[in-house]
């Protein structure tokens, strides 16, 4: 066909002016590479038809293709879904403090597992660790990679080659099919189940202890709640009785808080402090969750028992790199000053936004949200922002959003995905035939409206 020979070849695309500027940019192996698929492109295109493409064309695909390969995978977007801890979007945003400690850990060598004072080896975890007991009452503490390694490894030392009595109602599974009777299996450890998924009493738990318990555990409801004929064992009693038997208490706080929310009128959700005091003997909880923090689990409670998880060789495997301590260090050092808490920590300050104060962005950015989406109706609503990650499933914050609606059955779905391939991506969600975009994660007005100037 006379247009496949008018394609230039790949020497030539490399010796024009745009060819030279693409290796220059790119590296010259990536640049031919580029160049490669294009012209495979173009080949197709004219045996269905189409003009040949000339050099420039050829170039400009190519260049198309090296750019779309240089945007990172984790970028970063506009959280607009409505839930602030949002999993599939990395959960808690990181205090400036915490941002900074972990820069200064990634550019220097770091007193990891060096101790300044005698100049020898020293814990890695030591300066989290006394913070985390400081902030919580804790006799002691370790962290690894997530609340999720926390609870395996806390099963593994402790209760590995026996039982541990859980009530059906705490059976929980979380993102990713993270079961709790699957964790205590791959942790060596026969589940016992007591009560009824509604209600469990004390006798039950007392009826189900025998020699080969090795452990009770008690999970806290994060991600789920049932309401109605309901009982549950407090932790105080729970742990008394385990300590009656002699038997440890392992109390899973799943999404943890350090402090009381309901001091900012949020609702209320048991602190790690609480848990401490009412006697269990360890207590698990998340990093990147209400505690506002990078990634990561942490297990406080008995010296003795934290020494024998330290001990075991899973914690080697699980454990945190210094960026993720350095970010630690920094974010609980914030809890130190509760009263400037919700200025400093981003999660917090995200969930303490009034609705007035997010309505007021509403009414403000109405007006130019519509006039760049000139087939949209643009409005704003009342809607309910989620806090997310299993925290305080059934609660909700009061929000404003605006509302996108256009013609057609798809219109919502046609604009969300436009706006998911902006260069920064915006994020909604769908719900009664609109596009409906929470503003209480938007920091300023002008990341929406640059964002959108590119469409």
């Not at 899973?252 to 009128?265: A, C, E, F, Y």
Request: with cysteine; hydrophobic share 50%; glycine share 10%.
């Amino acid at each position: 066909m006379d247009g496949l020979r008018a394609l230039p070849g790949v020497d030539r695309l490399l010796s024009a002016a745009a060819g030279r500027a693409l290796a220059e940019r790119h590296g010259r192996q990536a640049a031919t590479g580029a160049l490669r698929a294009a012209l495979d492109d173009a080949r197709d295109a004219v045996r269905g038809g189409a003009a040949a493409p000339d050099a420039d064309a050829i170039c400009a695909l190519a260049a198309a293709r090296l750019d779309a390969d240089r945007l990172p995978a984790q970028r970063p977007v506009l959280n607009l879904t409505g839930t602030v801890l949002h999993t599939n979007l990395g959960r808690a945003l990181l205090a400036d403090a915490a941002i900074a400690a972990a820069a200064e850990a990634m550019r220097a060598p770091v007193a990891l597992e060096y101790d300044l004072s005698s100049g020898r080896r020293g814990e890695r975890d030591a300066s989290v660790a006394r913070l985390i007991c400081e902030l919580t009452g804790a006799e002691a503490a370790t962290i690894v990679n997530n609340n999720a390694a926390a609870v395996l490894l806390a099963l593994n030392t402790v209760a590995d080659g026996g039982e541990g009595i859980v009530s059906r109602g705490e059976l929980v599974e979380i993102g990713g099919a993270f079961r709790i009777p699957d964790i205590m299996a791959r942790a060596g450890v026969r589940l016992v189940e007591v009560g009824t998924t509604n209600r469990t009493h004390l006798r039950d738990y007392r009826d189900a202890i025998r020699p080969e318990t090795a452990l009770v555990m008690k999970v806290h409801p994060s991600n789920y709640r049932i309401d109605g004929f309901t009982a549950a064992v407090p932790g105080d009693e729970l742990a008394a009785l385990a300590h009656g038997a002699g038997v440890p208490m392992l109390h899973d706080l799943g999404s943890g808080t350090l402090v009381d929310m309901t001091r900012w009128g949020l609702p209320a959700e048991p602190t790690v402090a609480q848990a401490v005091a009412e006697g269990a003997d360890l207590v698990t909880f998340s990093g990147d969750k209400l505690l506002g923090g990078p990634q990561a689990g942490f297990i406080v409670g008995r010296a003795e028992l934290i020494e024998r998880i330290d001990r075991n060789p899973l914690k080697r495997a699980l454990r945190l790199d210094k960026i993720r301590l350095a970010a630690l260090d920094a974010t609980l050092r914030l809890y130190r000053d509760p009263d400037r808490l919700a200025d400093r920590l981003p999660t917090l300050r995200l969930l303490t936004r009034t609705r007035d104060d997010i309505a007021a962005q509403a009414a403000r950015l109405v007006a130019p949200v519509a006039a760049m989406l000139p087939d949209y109706r643009v409005a704003v609503i009342d809607c309910a922002s989620q806090i997310g990650s299993g925290a305080l499933p059934v609660e909700t914050l009061p929000s404003a959003a605006l509302a996108l609606t256009g013609a057609g059955g798809d219109a919502p779905d046609r604009l969300a995905a436009r706006l998911r391939a902006l260069p920064l991506p915006v994020i909604g969600r769908i719900r009664d035939g609109a596009l409906v975009l929470d503003l209480r994660c938007l920091a300023d007005d002008g990341d929406l409206l640059g964002a959108l100037t590119r469409l």
